[in-house]
T-cell receptor, first 111, second 114 residues
């Protein structure tokens, strides 16, 4: 089973600040997804990165896939209280349909 | 926008009782999944379902668990004899293709076993 470790586990910052969260593995993934989960709800897909080195932007969120396709980062610029939530990276295991989720980063943006 | 819907949103049951969790996946999706999330822990894969049969299951998905697609729209997870450790949020998900990782999740069913 491929494992995904996320850091930091918890992050609490002031509104307007920038932040980066990381998703790391010793295994290569064909793609990585980032999801956001609100309390009591299911994960919601934010983005998929497929190519090593790929960078995708979603408004103030920038996602990068590592060159070796073993890691990914999520950078948020000028964080807003609405960015508060649990951020999960996930990736499909090779040869099967199982999606492995990371350990998650719980982000709190303080107004 | 199409969405995955789950019922019930919360179920409380006594240990040893049978529970059925229901899901209506997005209509043109072909792959269906159940995941669970114990409070404070990772989202864990349980089972995937394609072409009216289980395509993959995890070690968590033992003989107490079963899935069914009884008609063209519903996808159910049955736990035959619930245990305390089955208490968790159960998420149904669907996707149009396998191995894409792009799953659409329902809002979850919270199961509490007493």
């Amino acid at each position: 089973t491929q494992l995904l470790e996320q850091s930091p586990q918890f992050l609490s910052i002031q509104e307007g600040e920038n932040l980066t969260v990381y998703c790391n593995s010793s295994s290569v993934f064909s793609s990585l997804q980032w999801y956001r989960q609100e309390p009591g709800e299911g994960p919601v897909l934010l983005v998929t990165v497929v190519t090593g080195g790929e960078v995708k932007k979603l408004k103030r969120l920038t996602f990068q896939f590592g060159d070796a396709r073993k890691d990914s980062s999520l950078h948020i610029t000028a964080a807003q209280p609405g960015d508060t939530g649990l951020y999960l990276c996930a990736g499909p295991n090779f040869g099967n349909e199982k999606l492995t989720f990371g350990t998650g980063t719980r982000l709190t943006i303080i107004p | 926008e199409p969405e995955v819907t789950q019922t019930p949103s919360h179920q409380v049951t006594q240990m040893g009782q049978e529970v059925i969790l229901r899901c209506v996946p997005i209509s043109n999706h072909l792959y269906f999944y159940w995941y669970r999330q114990i409070l404070g822990q990772k989202v864990e894969f349980l089972v995937s379902f394609y072409n009216n049969e289980i395509s993959e299951k995890s070690e968590i998905f033992d003989d107490q668990f079963s899935v069914e697609r009884p008609d063209g729209s519903n996808f159910t997870l049955k736990i035959r004899s619930t245990k305390l450790e089955d208490s968790a949020m159960y998420f149904c998900a669907s996707s149009w293709g396998s191995n894409t990782g792009e799953l659409f999740f329902g809002e979850g069913s919270r199961l509490t076993v007493l």
